[in-house]
């Protein structure tokens, strides 16, 4: 998106977008979206020196987005903004280092048990606090080498509906048995799946202020998704950040460049979200329903990149669908994580803060477990509770086979 496309002038400073910004909940010195965003949009424009440590504060949820009646891009004037701000010297080696999980992923998963190791001694998390920054009390997720590969040519044949799968890092470098099972529910639903060949989907670098960054991912994810696009084929995600990249146009990072801008729209315009594509099997009455009986009580909570997608809540109907699952939507607000926020020293309060109400809501709904689409959202719900969180791919496809998570 150009500067000249972020709708300021029809902002009417009513705060609509404060009252819906989690940061603005619970930081009481948060100057917020409208100040952030358009106010100071306007004087940046004017060559006025505004830049300030508050934008770094920004989760990059898109609520105020959302929120906003007048569709003024708020967010994206502050990401933009923050991609210029300027941060001391061991702050900015860290978010260096977060912009590039693609990276990380692989030097971690060289030496995966190694690495692992590394990173929960106590020494090296003391280090890392004092170091890069990094919040101590925060776990990182177990790397595994990345071992996730399209289905054998047999099972990609017939008339089954093509699609390709992006996985996106956590699940290439962290959790590929879960793209594994991404590819298993997909094709117990008819549908014949490749895996891209894919880099990071860009949102670790736009969140981390590294805006060249998340344009050469852009570029190089569009070279390699693009050829699938034309055959027909729909990008499916099961990350919703990646999901919300890959829809957005990669953020509108490439519109200066008309070719690659239309190629990244089209791109856009062929992602699903895997719940969104099973719910629309669903609604067309095609949806695998043959689940054993289970007797399984969750919560769930959408993420904001979910909520973002403007597609409702896929997941919590799907699961809905199992006979035997019970399930509350918690609906408590964003979680607080926000990607690698949540690992910053400086944003752990404010990070946990956030999360606090879902915390509670969760506490008391005393599921057997909570089911989110979204990696980090996990994360932060197993650091803030006592209940394990799952993917709800792994519900339904345990579901099939009637054994217990
Ligand atoms: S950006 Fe939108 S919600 Fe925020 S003050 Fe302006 S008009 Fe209101
Ligand atoms: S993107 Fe989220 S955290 Fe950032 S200003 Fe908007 S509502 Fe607040």
């Given at each position: 998106m150009r500067p000249d496309d972020f709708a300021i002038d029809n902002c009417l400073k009513c705060a609509v977008c404060n009252d819906a910004c989690p940061v603005f909940g619970v930081h009481?010195?948060?100057?917020g979206p409208k100040h952030l965003g358009p106010e100071l949009e306007r004087l940046r424009r004017e060559g006025?020196?505004?830049?300030?440590?508050?934008?770094?504060?920004?989760?990059?949820?898109?609520r105020c987005d959302l929120a906003c009646p007048h569709q003024v891009s708020v967010s994206e004037m502050i990401a933009r903004a923050k991609a210029k701000h300027r941060k001391p010297l061991a702050r900015s080696l860290r978010d260096w280092w977060f912009a590039r999980p693609g990276l990380l992923g692989m030097l971690a998963t060289i030496l995966p048990a190694l690495s692992n190791f590394a990173l929960s001694m106590r020494p090296a998390r003391f280090l890392m606090s004092r170091l890069?920054?990094?919040?101590?009390?925060r776990k990182f997720p177990a790397y595994t080498r990345p071992n996730l590969h399209s289905p054998a040519k047999e099972t990609t044949s017939g008339d089954r509906m093509r699609v390709v799968f992006f996985p996106g890092c956590f699940i290439r470098f962290n959790r590929p048995e879960l793209g594994r099972k991404v590819i298993d529910l997909l094709e117990r639903n008819g549908f014949a799946v490749e895996v891209a060949r894919t880099d990071c989907c860009g949102v670790p670098a736009t969140a981390n202020g590294d805006e060249a960054k998340a344009r050469s991912l852009a570029r190089a994810n569009v070279r390699s998704l693009i050829d699938h696009v034309n055959a027909g084929m729909r990008v499916v995600t099961a990350c919703s950040s990646c999901g919300f990249m890959l829809k957005t146009g990669f953020g509108g990072?490439?519109?200066?460049?008309k070719e690659f801008a239309d190629a990244a729209r089209q791109i856009g315009a062929s992602t699903l979200d895997i719940g969104e594509l099973l719910m629309a099997q669903s609604d067309a009455g095609k949806?695998?329903?043959t689940f054993q009986p289970t007797n399984l009580r969750l919560a769930y909570h959408a993420p904001c990149h979910q909520k973002a997608q403007g597609i409702g809540r896929p997941w919590y109907h799907l699961l809905g669908k199992i006979p035997g699952v019970a399930i509350e939507d918690?609906?408590?607000?964003?979680?607080?994580?926000s990607g690698t926020y949540g690992f910053k020293q400086e944003k752990y309060n404010v990070s946990m803060a956030i999360g606090q109400q879902l915390f509670d809501r969760i506490s008391a709904s005393q599921p057997q477990m909570v089911a989110t689409e979204c990696a980090t959202c996990q994360m932060q719900i197993e650091h803030g509770t006592t209940f394990k969180a799952i993917h709800p791919v792994e519900v339904m496809l345990q579901a099939y086979d009637g054994r217990p998570l």
């Open positions: 009481p010195r948060y100057p006025v020196a505004t830049d300030t440590e508050w934008l770094e504060y920004c989760l990059g949820c898109h890069m920054r990094i919040a101590p009390r990072l490439l519109d200066d460049d949806l695998n329903t918690i609906d408590a607000g964003c979680c607080g994580m």
